[in-house]
């Protein structure tokens, strides 16, 4: 099993910074990409940013030019810079995880996929 753990929300001023952070710990597993999502309530999940192994990073059209996202391969981590932020950016945000892990019963890896468990970030106006 692969577990994330997700850091870094709170409540930040209407042009304010945070930065997330999210680690993947587990057995025997391979990251394949790691990413960011967020849900407004009443909204659906939206992806706001995605890393995949050797890609380019993905940004979501509303977060382009304030938000960086960035892994640390060695330490399984993916973080997310936001900067500029705005009331709109209040949100849960979840991390996601898409990797291989091995699995005994066939003695290969399989793929799997993973959330955190959210992370709530405000921002006032």
């Known amino acids: 099993q692969v577990r994330l753990v997700e850091s870094g929300g709170g409540l930040v001023q209407a042009g304010g910074s945070l930065r997330l952070s999210c680690v993947a710990s587990?057995?025997?597993?391979?990251?394949?990409?790691m990413g960011w999502h967020r849900q407004a309530p009443g909204k659906q999940r939206e992806l706001v940013a995605e890393l995949a192994n050797e890609g380019v990073p993905q940004y979501a059209d509303s977060v382009k030019g304030r938000f960086t996202i960035s892994r640390d391969n060695a330490k399984n981590t993916v973080y997310l810079e936001m900067s500029s932020l705005k009331p709109e950016d209040t949100a849960v945000y979840y991390c996601?995880?898409?990797?291989?892990?091995?699995?005994?019963?066939?003695?290969?890896?399989?793929?799997?996929?993973?959330w955190g468990q959210g992370t709530q970030v405000t921002v006032s106006s």
């Open positions: 587990g057995m025997y597993f391979k990251i394949e990409s």
């Open positions: 996601s995880a898409q990797y291989s892990i091995f699995a005994e019963d066939v003695g290969d890896y399989r793929p799997g996929a993973k």
